[in-house]
Protein backbone atom coordinates (compact mmCIF):
# COMPACT_ATOMS: atom_id res chain seq x y z
CA UNK A 1 0.00 0.00 0.00
CA UNK A 2 2.68 2.44 0.92
CA UNK A 3 4.47 2.08 -2.33
CA UNK A 4 1.01 3.42 -4.06
CA UNK A 5 0.94 7.29 -2.29
CA UNK A 6 3.63 8.29 -4.70
CA UNK A 7 1.61 7.48 -7.80
CA UNK A 8 -1.95 8.06 -5.98
CA UNK A 9 -1.34 11.81 -4.91
CA UNK A 10 0.87 12.76 -8.07
CA UNK A 11 -2.20 11.69 -10.24
CA UNK A 12 -4.62 14.03 -7.69
CA UNK A 13 -3.78 17.28 -9.33
CA UNK A 14 -6.64 18.97 -6.42
CA UNK A 15 -4.30 17.28 -3.72
CA UNK A 16 -1.03 18.40 -5.56
CA UNK A 17 -2.64 22.24 -5.32
CA UNK A 18 -3.80 21.86 -1.98
CA UNK A 19 0.07 20.77 -0.79
CA UNK A 20 1.85 23.62 -2.95
CA UNK A 21 3.15 25.69 -0.60
CA UNK A 22 4.43 21.99 0.70
CA UNK A 23 8.14 20.99 0.48
CA UNK A 24 10.09 18.43 2.88
CA UNK A 25 10.10 15.07 4.53
CA UNK A 26 8.59 13.24 7.11
CA UNK A 27 8.64 9.93 9.18
CA UNK A 28 6.21 7.55 7.84
CA UNK A 29 6.45 4.24 10.82
CA UNK A 30 4.26 1.38 9.65
CA UNK A 31 5.06 -0.83 12.02
CA UNK A 32 9.09 -1.92 12.74
CA UNK A 33 10.02 0.23 9.33
CA UNK A 34 10.14 3.80 9.16
CA UNK A 35 9.46 5.38 5.55
CA UNK A 36 10.97 8.50 4.40
CA UNK A 37 8.23 10.38 2.47
CA UNK A 38 10.13 13.30 0.56
CA UNK A 39 7.39 15.96 -0.79
CA UNK A 40 8.30 19.11 -3.07
CA UNK A 41 5.28 21.50 -3.69
CA UNK A 42 3.32 18.80 -2.81
CA UNK A 43 4.27 16.34 -4.97
CA UNK A 44 5.68 13.22 -3.50
CA UNK A 45 9.46 12.58 -5.41
CA UNK A 46 9.97 9.68 -3.16
CA UNK A 47 8.89 7.11 -0.29
CA UNK A 48 11.99 4.96 0.71
CA UNK A 49 12.37 3.03 3.54
CA UNK A 50 14.86 4.91 5.95
CA UNK A 51 18.31 3.05 5.50
CA UNK A 52 20.36 5.38 7.74
CA UNK A 53 19.57 5.74 11.50
CA UNK A 54 20.94 9.82 10.52
CA UNK A 55 17.54 10.30 8.09
CA UNK A 56 14.99 12.08 9.45
CA UNK A 57 11.94 14.12 8.50
CA UNK A 58 10.11 16.82 10.12
CA UNK A 59 7.77 15.39 11.83
CA UNK A 60 7.26 11.50 12.26
CA UNK A 61 4.05 9.80 12.29
CA UNK A 62 3.49 5.89 13.45
CA UNK A 63 1.21 3.36 13.73
CA UNK A 64 1.04 -0.55 13.44
CA UNK A 65 1.46 -2.59 10.39
CA UNK A 66 -2.22 -3.84 11.71
CA UNK A 67 -3.71 0.03 11.93
CA UNK A 68 -2.27 0.98 8.84
CA UNK A 69 -4.06 -2.29 7.00
CA UNK A 70 -6.95 -1.18 8.41
CA UNK A 71 -6.53 2.34 7.78
CA UNK A 72 -6.57 1.52 4.28
CA UNK A 73 -8.96 -0.59 3.38
CA UNK A 74 -12.22 1.35 1.39
CA UNK A 75 -14.13 1.82 4.36
CA UNK A 76 -12.24 1.20 7.57
CA UNK A 77 -13.89 0.61 11.08
CA UNK A 78 -14.17 3.22 13.53
CA UNK A 79 -10.76 4.73 15.55
CA UNK A 80 -8.94 3.90 12.01
CA UNK A 81 -10.33 5.61 9.51
CA UNK A 82 -8.62 9.07 10.13
CA UNK A 83 -5.15 9.87 12.09
CA UNK A 84 -6.93 12.28 14.38
CA UNK A 85 -8.88 9.32 15.29
CA UNK A 86 -6.10 6.96 15.47
CA UNK A 87 -4.89 9.50 18.00
CA UNK A 88 -7.86 9.81 20.05
CA UNK A 89 -7.61 6.29 20.29
CA UNK A 90 -4.25 5.24 21.48
CA UNK A 91 -2.90 4.01 17.86
CA UNK A 92 -0.85 6.59 15.93
CA UNK A 93 1.88 8.66 17.64
CA UNK A 94 3.12 11.67 16.32
CA UNK A 95 6.04 13.70 17.37
CA UNK A 96 8.68 16.20 15.80
CA UNK A 97 7.89 19.75 14.72
CA UNK A 98 4.01 19.55 13.88
CA UNK A 99 4.06 23.26 12.52
CA UNK A 100 4.20 21.94 9.16
CA UNK A 101 2.06 19.31 9.71
CA UNK A 102 -1.00 21.65 11.26
CA UNK A 103 -0.48 23.60 8.66
CA UNK A 104 -1.53 21.82 5.96
CA UNK A 105 -3.48 19.16 8.14
CA UNK A 106 -6.46 17.92 5.83
CA UNK A 107 -3.85 18.19 3.00
CA UNK A 108 -1.43 15.32 5.19
CA UNK A 109 -4.58 13.13 6.27
CA UNK A 110 -5.30 12.97 2.35
CA UNK A 111 -1.90 11.83 1.34
CA UNK A 112 -1.90 9.40 4.04
CA UNK A 113 -5.57 7.90 2.73
CA UNK A 114 -4.10 7.97 -0.84
CA UNK A 115 -4.09 4.48 -1.67
CA UNK A 116 -7.38 3.95 -0.37
CA UNK A 117 -9.26 2.13 -2.54
CA UNK A 118 -12.54 4.44 -3.20
CA UNK A 119 -15.67 2.63 -1.13
CA UNK A 120 -18.16 0.83 -3.48
CA UNK A 121 -21.82 2.26 -4.39
CA UNK B 1 -42.29 31.39 -8.15
CA UNK B 2 -39.00 31.24 -6.53
CA UNK B 3 -38.09 28.12 -4.98
CA UNK B 4 -37.97 29.21 -1.29
CA UNK B 5 -37.09 26.32 1.30
CA UNK B 6 -39.12 26.58 4.43
CA UNK B 7 -36.98 27.98 6.83
CA UNK B 8 -37.39 31.55 7.48
CA UNK B 9 -34.38 33.03 9.35
CA UNK B 10 -34.61 36.80 11.41
CA UNK B 11 -32.79 38.46 14.25
CA UNK B 12 -34.03 38.68 17.62
CA UNK B 13 -32.41 40.89 20.59
CA UNK B 14 -31.48 39.42 24.19
CA UNK B 15 -29.10 40.33 26.96
CA UNK B 16 -27.08 37.47 28.44
CA UNK B 17 -25.01 37.81 31.64
CA UNK B 18 -25.24 41.83 30.83
CA UNK B 19 -24.33 41.88 27.36
CA UNK B 20 -26.82 42.75 24.53
CA UNK B 21 -26.78 40.49 21.76
CA UNK B 22 -28.12 40.26 18.58
CA UNK B 23 -29.04 36.49 17.72
CA UNK B 24 -29.54 35.16 14.49
CA UNK B 25 -32.47 32.56 14.73
CA UNK B 26 -33.78 30.11 12.40
CA UNK B 27 -37.06 28.04 11.94
CA UNK B 28 -40.06 26.28 10.36
CA UNK B 29 -42.36 24.10 10.96
CA UNK B 30 -45.56 24.55 13.88
CA UNK B 31 -46.09 22.19 17.48
CA UNK B 32 -43.71 21.85 20.06
CA UNK B 33 -40.80 23.95 20.30
CA UNK B 34 -37.69 22.11 19.12
CA UNK B 35 -34.97 24.43 19.89
CA UNK B 36 -31.60 23.24 18.13
CA UNK B 37 -27.76 23.59 19.26
CA UNK B 38 -24.80 23.77 16.84
CA UNK B 39 -21.64 22.12 17.63
CA UNK B 40 -18.67 24.01 18.60
CA UNK B 41 -16.99 25.90 15.83
CA UNK B 42 -20.15 25.96 13.95
CA UNK B 43 -23.83 27.45 13.09
CA UNK B 44 -27.56 26.93 12.51
CA UNK B 45 -27.27 25.28 9.22
CA UNK B 46 -26.40 21.98 10.25
CA UNK B 47 -30.20 21.45 10.96
CA UNK B 48 -31.05 22.72 8.00
CA UNK B 49 -32.07 19.13 6.78
CA UNK B 50 -34.13 18.73 9.74
CA UNK B 51 -36.16 22.23 9.07
CA UNK B 52 -37.01 20.65 5.55
CA UNK B 53 -38.58 17.47 6.57
CA UNK B 54 -42.27 17.38 6.94
CA UNK B 55 -42.22 14.03 8.94
CA UNK B 56 -40.57 16.35 11.94
CA UNK B 57 -42.18 20.03 11.10
CA UNK B 58 -45.41 18.84 10.58
CA UNK B 59 -45.11 18.46 14.30
CA UNK B 60 -42.47 20.52 15.59
CA UNK B 61 -41.54 24.50 15.54
CA UNK B 62 -38.06 23.50 14.71
CA UNK B 63 -35.82 26.81 15.78
CA UNK B 64 -31.83 26.96 15.63
CA UNK B 65 -30.12 30.16 16.61
CA UNK B 66 -26.34 31.00 16.23
CA UNK B 67 -24.64 31.45 19.85
CA UNK B 68 -23.18 34.70 20.33
CA UNK B 69 -19.61 34.76 18.03
CA UNK B 70 -20.99 32.37 15.65
CA UNK B 71 -22.72 32.42 12.35
CA UNK B 72 -24.90 35.45 11.85
CA UNK B 73 -24.97 36.45 15.28
CA UNK B 74 -22.59 39.32 16.47
CA UNK B 75 -20.07 38.72 19.10
CA UNK B 76 -20.87 41.39 21.97
CA UNK B 77 -19.44 44.73 22.49
CA UNK B 78 -16.05 44.83 23.00
CA UNK B 79 -15.00 41.54 21.62
CA UNK B 80 -11.73 42.62 20.25
CA UNK B 81 -10.19 43.05 23.81
CA UNK B 82 -11.93 40.12 24.91
CA UNK B 83 -10.31 36.26 24.80
CA UNK B 84 -13.54 33.89 24.08
CA UNK B 85 -14.22 31.42 26.63
CA UNK B 86 -17.48 29.39 26.90
CA UNK B 87 -18.63 28.13 30.12
CA UNK B 88 -21.24 26.32 31.89
CA UNK B 89 -22.98 28.92 33.38
CA UNK B 90 -22.40 31.19 30.43
CA UNK B 91 -24.13 28.39 28.00
CA UNK B 92 -27.05 27.69 30.21
CA UNK B 93 -27.80 30.83 30.53
CA UNK B 94 -27.89 31.87 26.86
CA UNK B 95 -30.02 29.23 25.95
CA UNK B 96 -32.69 30.20 28.80
CA UNK B 97 -32.58 33.71 28.03
CA UNK B 98 -32.92 32.64 24.10
CA UNK B 99 -35.98 30.74 25.59
CA UNK B 100 -37.74 33.46 26.74
CA UNK B 101 -36.97 35.95 24.67
CA UNK B 102 -38.88 33.48 21.91
CA UNK B 103 -41.86 33.09 24.50
CA UNK B 104 -41.13 29.53 24.43
CA UNK B 105 -43.10 26.96 26.23
CA UNK B 106 -41.01 24.32 27.89
CA UNK B 107 -39.37 22.81 24.74
CA UNK B 108 -37.65 19.96 23.64
CA UNK B 109 -33.88 20.96 23.38
CA UNK B 110 -31.59 18.99 21.08
CA UNK B 111 -28.04 19.86 21.06
CA UNK B 112 -24.90 17.76 19.34
CA UNK B 113 -21.25 17.70 21.01
CA UNK B 114 -21.14 20.58 23.08
CA UNK B 115 -24.34 21.33 23.05
CA UNK B 116 -25.21 17.74 23.57
CA UNK B 117 -23.53 18.26 26.61
CA UNK B 118 -25.18 21.29 27.63
CA UNK B 119 -28.64 19.74 27.55
CA UNK B 120 -27.56 17.61 30.21
CA UNK B 121 -26.82 20.55 32.58
CA UNK B 122 -30.36 22.15 31.75
CA UNK B 123 -31.63 18.67 32.94
CA UNK B 124 -30.34 18.63 35.77
CA UNK B 125 -30.81 22.29 36.42
CA UNK B 126 -33.83 23.43 34.83
CA UNK B 127 -35.85 20.02 34.22
CA UNK B 128 -39.14 22.35 34.95
CA UNK B 129 -38.43 24.39 32.29
CA UNK B 130 -38.29 21.52 29.45
CA UNK B 131 -40.03 19.08 27.81
CA UNK B 132 -37.40 16.34 27.14
CA UNK B 133 -33.63 17.17 25.76
CA UNK B 134 -31.85 14.89 23.18
CA UNK B 135 -28.34 15.22 23.27
CA UNK B 136 -26.58 14.07 20.24
CA UNK B 137 -23.18 13.11 20.07
CA UNK B 138 -23.26 14.20 23.91
CA UNK B 139 -21.50 12.49 27.27
CA UNK B 140 -21.13 14.22 30.24
CA UNK B 141 -17.79 13.62 30.22
CA UNK B 142 -14.73 13.37 27.53
CA UNK B 143 -11.23 13.25 27.26
CA UNK B 144 -8.79 15.75 25.90
CA UNK B 145 -6.18 14.40 22.94
CA UNK B 146 -4.77 17.91 21.37
CA UNK B 147 -4.17 21.25 22.34
CA UNK B 148 -6.27 23.49 21.79
CA UNK B 149 -3.48 26.35 20.79
CA UNK B 150 -3.20 25.07 17.56
CA UNK B 151 -6.54 26.26 16.85
CA UNK B 152 -5.66 30.07 17.21
CA UNK B 153 -2.35 31.30 16.31
CA UNK B 154 -1.10 33.54 13.47
CA UNK B 155 1.35 30.90 11.57
CA UNK B 156 -1.49 28.31 11.34
CA UNK B 157 -4.73 28.95 9.50
CA UNK B 158 -7.53 29.06 11.64
CA UNK B 159 -10.57 27.77 9.31
CA UNK B 160 -8.45 25.15 7.60
CA UNK B 161 -7.19 23.71 11.00
CA UNK B 162 -10.42 23.58 13.06
CA UNK B 163 -11.63 21.87 9.74
CA UNK B 164 -9.12 19.31 9.60
CA UNK B 165 -9.24 18.74 13.16
CA UNK B 166 -12.66 17.51 12.92
CA UNK B 167 -12.44 16.16 9.37
CA UNK B 168 -12.25 12.63 10.77
CA UNK B 169 -15.40 13.09 13.29
CA UNK B 170 -17.11 12.55 10.13
CA UNK B 171 -18.05 8.95 9.13
CA UNK B 172 -15.97 7.17 5.91
CA UNK B 173 -19.63 6.42 4.52
CA UNK B 174 -21.38 9.90 4.50
CA UNK B 175 -21.50 11.51 1.59
CA UNK B 176 -18.94 13.74 0.13
CA UNK B 177 -20.98 16.37 0.04
CA UNK B 178 -22.42 16.40 3.48
CA UNK B 179 -19.30 15.75 3.98
CA UNK B 180 -17.14 19.53 3.26
CA UNK B 181 -20.45 21.40 3.84
CA UNK B 182 -20.70 19.77 7.32
CA UNK B 183 -16.32 20.97 7.22
CA UNK B 184 -16.72 24.41 5.51
CA UNK B 185 -18.94 25.68 8.44
CA UNK B 186 -15.76 25.20 10.34
CA UNK B 187 -13.82 27.02 7.84
CA UNK B 188 -15.70 29.98 8.00
CA UNK B 189 -15.73 30.27 12.24
CA UNK B 190 -14.46 33.76 13.72
CA UNK B 191 -10.83 33.39 15.09
CA UNK B 192 -10.48 31.44 18.54
CA UNK B 193 -14.33 30.74 18.34
CA UNK B 194 -13.95 26.43 18.15
CA UNK B 195 -11.10 27.10 20.77
CA UNK B 196 -13.15 28.76 22.90
CA UNK B 197 -16.39 26.57 22.88
CA UNK B 198 -13.92 23.21 23.30
CA UNK B 199 -13.22 24.91 26.84
CA UNK B 200 -16.38 23.95 27.45
CA UNK B 201 -16.63 20.80 25.97
CA UNK B 202 -13.01 19.81 26.94
CA UNK B 203 -12.60 21.16 30.72
CA UNK B 204 -15.48 23.09 32.37
CA UNK B 205 -18.66 21.21 31.65
CA UNK B 206 -17.86 17.69 32.77
CA UNK B 207 -20.01 16.85 35.35
CA UNK B 208 -19.99 12.85 35.33
CA UNK B 209 -19.84 13.59 39.11
CA UNK B 210 -23.48 15.09 39.21
CA UNK B 211 -25.28 13.64 35.90
CA UNK B 212 -26.42 10.40 38.36
CA UNK B 213 -28.67 13.58 39.67
CA UNK B 214 -30.64 14.16 36.56
CA UNK B 215 -34.18 13.28 37.12
CA UNK B 216 -35.66 12.02 34.09
CA UNK B 217 -39.31 11.39 35.17
CA UNK B 218 -39.29 15.23 35.37
CA UNK B 219 -36.75 15.62 31.90
CA UNK B 220 -36.74 12.58 30.04
CA UNK B 221 -32.91 12.32 28.49
CA UNK B 222 -32.33 10.46 25.07
CA UNK B 223 -29.02 10.15 23.89
CA UNK B 224 -27.70 9.08 20.46
CA UNK B 225 -24.20 9.16 19.43
CA UNK B 226 -22.51 7.93 16.19
CA UNK B 227 -20.26 4.75 16.03
CA UNK B 228 -17.34 7.03 14.25
CA UNK B 229 -17.52 9.79 16.94
CA UNK B 230 -13.98 9.37 18.50
CA UNK B 231 -14.53 12.21 21.11
CA UNK B 232 -18.68 11.20 22.31
CA UNK B 233 -17.63 7.62 21.47
CA UNK B 234 -20.41 4.92 21.92
CA UNK B 235 -18.42 3.78 25.39
CA UNK B 236 -18.26 7.31 26.46
CA UNK B 237 -22.04 7.53 25.48
CA UNK B 238 -22.97 4.13 27.33
CA UNK B 239 -20.82 5.45 30.58
CA UNK B 240 -22.95 8.51 30.31
CA UNK B 241 -26.18 6.49 30.09
CA UNK B 242 -25.73 4.38 32.69
CA UNK B 243 -24.75 7.10 35.45
CA UNK B 244 -28.66 8.79 34.03
CA UNK B 245 -30.89 6.33 35.61
CA UNK B 246 -34.16 6.21 32.81
CA UNK B 247 -32.19 7.61 30.31
CA UNK B 248 -32.24 6.31 26.61
CA UNK B 249 -28.66 5.42 24.71
CA UNK B 250 -28.28 4.69 20.81
CA UNK B 251 -25.39 4.14 18.68
CA UNK B 252 -26.07 5.41 15.50
CA UNK B 253 -24.00 2.72 13.10
CA UNK B 254 -22.53 4.45 9.94
CA UNK B 255 -22.60 8.07 11.61
CA UNK B 256 -19.76 10.40 12.87
CA UNK B 257 -19.74 13.29 15.22
CA UNK B 258 -21.89 15.47 13.00
CA UNK B 259 -25.48 12.92 12.43
CA UNK B 260 -27.87 15.79 11.33
CA UNK B 261 -25.47 17.25 8.75
CA UNK B 262 -23.15 14.77 7.75
CA UNK B 263 -25.67 12.41 6.74
CA UNK B 264 -29.03 13.66 7.15
CA UNK B 265 -31.53 10.69 5.21
CA UNK B 266 -29.63 8.12 7.92
CA UNK B 267 -30.36 10.50 11.03
CA UNK B 268 -33.87 10.81 10.24
CA UNK B 269 -34.39 7.47 10.83
CA UNK B 270 -33.11 7.05 13.94
CA UNK B 271 -34.19 11.01 15.38
CA UNK B 272 -38.06 10.56 13.82
CA UNK B 273 -38.75 7.53 16.67
CA UNK B 274 -37.38 9.81 19.32
CA UNK B 275 -39.39 12.35 18.26
CA UNK B 276 -42.98 10.43 17.91
CA UNK B 277 -41.72 8.90 21.38
CA UNK B 278 -41.56 12.55 22.77
CA UNK B 279 -44.34 13.56 21.02
CA UNK B 280 -47.09 10.50 22.05
CA UNK B 281 -45.66 10.09 25.60
CA UNK B 282 -44.55 13.59 27.18
CA UNK B 283 -46.80 16.24 28.00
Redesign the interface.
Known amino acids: MINRIRDRVNANAALVRRGQYVSLAFLLGVGEEDYLVTIDKGRVSSVEPRRLATVTGRFTIRAAKTVWDEFWKP ?2 K ?2 H ?5 M ?3 GIAKIDGD ?2 PL ?2 N ?2 YF ?1 DVLAAPRPP ?1 EG | MPEFEPIVGRYVRLNVAGDDCRIHVEEAGRGIPLVCLHTAGADTRQYRHLMCDPAITDHYRVIAFDLPWHGKSNPPLGWRDREYRLTTDLYVETIRAFCRAMALARPVVMGCSMGGRVVLHLALKHPDELRAVIALEGADRVEP ?2 ELD ?1 LHRP ?3 GG ?2 C ?3 V ?3 V ?3 SPDEYRWETLWLYMQSGPGVFKGDLYFYWYDGHFDDRSPKIDTARCPVYLLSG ?2 D ?2 CTPERTEATASRIKGSKATVMEGIGHFPMSENPALFRKYILPVLDEIRGTVR
Request: glycine residues 2%; negative net charge; charged residues 15%.
Open positions: VPRNHDLWALAALLMQLQKR | YYWDVHEVAAFSGQAPQEYSS
